[in-house]
């Protein structure tokens, strides 16, 4: 299984970016998918998960700004970032869970200035 991330950048804050999130060589249909970050000197973090039936979960600092969603048939997961806020600046990480296993993306970087 390959993740293939895109979309990082930089914005100003109160602005938006829109993350895609490639996958090959899986059952994408049947996987939970998911966005990870981290941020320099901290662990990594859910920012959101979307699983095969399209049940979504945020994290608490990301929930009515954040919105994953996913499409089976291009196998590509989406996080739409919108009032994107300094705190937000981190490496952003796609991530697959099938049959018990975790598979990650290469991480794309996202930097929002003040």
């Known amino acids: 299984v390959q993740l293939q991330a895109s979309g990082g950048g930089l914005v100003q804050a109160g602005g938006s970016l829109r993350l895609s999130c490639a996958a090959s060589?899986?059952?994408?249909?049947?996987?939970?998918m998911g966005w990870y970050r981290e941020a320099p000197g901290r662990q990594r973090d859910l920012v959101a998960t979307?699983?095969?039936?399209?049940?979504?979960n945020y994290g608490d600092s990301v929930k009515g700004r954040f919105t994953i969603s996913r499409d089976n048939d291009q196998k590509t997961v989406y996080l739409q970032m919108n009032s994107l806020k300094p705190e937000d600046t981190a490496v952003y990480f796609c991530?697959?869970?099938?049959?018990?296993?975790?598979?990650w993306g290469q991480g794309t970087q996202v930097t929002v200035s003040s």
């Open positions: 991530h697959g869970l099938q049959n018990y296993i975790n598979y």
């Open positions: 060589g899986a059952i994408f249909s049947r996987s939970r």
């Open positions: 979307i699983t095969s039936a399209g049940d979504t």
